[in-house]
């Protein structure tokens, strides 16, 4: 069984500021806005970055959960991880045996999710979803959360994909065995000796809180091609935070 990075959430005070970022910074353009989510008292657009996507959602009224994130997280952030396995059935019967609550599923003919409950992963809303259908398993096939155009949505040339999701935690160990359970894989220690799990197509990175945010998303590693220009695309926005790092929608985006 194999278990993919696919897409990640972040969560909004206001909706087209991030975008606007991403776009300038990384050249990134919307593919996708679901509609849908405006059941949950929210708004969306997804943008491809590679064959993964990001996804922005924002409040559109009050008492939403999303909006209660924000509040406790004290601002803009990361919301979730969104994994692709190839098997549904196992990856259930793995959640159930661990006695994790799941907050929301949805099942279409090409498409089951299983969204876990937060207060039982740790870390953040951590997604096991399958898609189905012709060419579901190849790493550019479709996704159906970015939409029916996903695979042949247009791709920024300066972004190849994200290669890493970092959570942080009081006890980043526990937390880094916690999600290990569930993925039913190992934790080892990344180069600089932090807890890591590798998925088949990037690594779950758990660090101590630094920026007294407490726990949750606090990053992610975007694989770019031109390190240099994007940079510079940051600075001119106010958007550098070091020497491989942009700030974007209360996330440290590392470029790798």
Same mark, same amino acid.
């Given at each position: ?84 396995? &190839? ?82 935690? &009081? ?28 998925? &088949? ?56």
């Amino acid at each position: 069984m194999w278990l993919r990075l696919r897409q990640i959430a972040l969560v909004a005070h206001e909706l087209r500021p991030v975008l606007a970022d991403l776009h300038a910074v990384f050249g990134v353009e919307v593919c996708f806005v679901d509609k849908g989510v405006k059941v949950f008292g929210l708004e969306n657009s997804l943008m491809p970055f590679g064959h993964q996507y990001l996804e922005v959602v924002a409040p559109i009224q009050d008492g939403t959960t999303a909006g209660r994130y924000l509040d406790r997280r004290g601002g803009d952030g990361g919301y979730m991880v969104i994994t692709q396995c &190839d098997d549904h059935a196992p990856r259930r019967r793995r959640v159930e045996g661990l006695g994790i609550r799941l907050a929301y599923q949805f099942e279409t003919h090409e498409y089951r999710c299983m969204q876990l409950h937060p207060k039982d992963t740790g870390g953040s809303f951590f997604e096991i979803d399958e898609q189905l259908g012709e060419r579901a398993h190849a790493l550019d096939g479709p996704w159906e959360p970015a939409g029916p155009g996903a695979p042949t949505a247009a791709r920024s040339p300066l972004v190849t994909g994200i290669a890493a999701a970092e959570l942080q935690a &009081d006890d980043p160990e526990a937390l880094a065995a916690r999600w290990a359970a569930i993925c039913e894989l190992d934790v080892h220690r990344d180069p600089a000796g932090r807890p890591a799990i590798t998925l &088949d197509n990037a690594a779950l990175r758990f660090v101590p809180v630094t920026d007294g945010r407490g726990e949750g998303l606090g990053g992610i590693d975007v694989a770019v091609t031109d390190r240099a220009a994007v940079l510079a695309a940051a600075e001119q926005r106010g958007l550098r935070s070091g020497d491989d790092q942009v700030a974007i929608c209360g996330m440290r985006l590392r470029l790798v």
